[in-house]
């Protein structure tokens, strides 16, 4: 089973903004290949680093997001958002292999 949630615009604030643990936000679309790629990799970390960060996908196809993807300035995805007390501290843009973004998660969450 899954470790990701997906989101949508209605519980992105509690699941996110309001979240007591960091959050990984995966800004995606079904048509975007980079996006799939990086699917395997984010469930994955989701089981290592379960009770220190959440990650969650919200699908910037979905109509009801898409005003979420403008006020998060998503130009190009894959895109991830690290937030943290309902801020975002730090960006990831592309596919990144699994260790490289695992590092970077950790050394803004520390």
Not at 23 to 42: K, N, R
């Amino acid at each position: 089973m899954s470790k990701i949630r997906e989101l949508n615009k209605n519980d992105f604030a509690g699941e996110v903004l309001q979240s007591d643990l960091p959050v990984l936000v995966d800004f995606w679309a079904t048509w975007c290949m980079p996006c799939q790629m990086m699917a395997p990799i984010l469930e994955e970390l989701a089981a290592e680093l379960e009770g220190s960060v959440k990650i969650a996908k919200l699908n910037t196809e979905d109509g009801s997001n898409q005003d979420l993807a403008m006020e998060y300035q998503i130009q190009s995805i894959p895109n991830m958002k690290l937030f943290k007390g309902g801020q975002v501290i730090g960006e990831f843009i592309g596919l990144r292999d699994k260790e490289t973004l695992r590092q970077e998660i950790i050394d803004l969450v520390k």
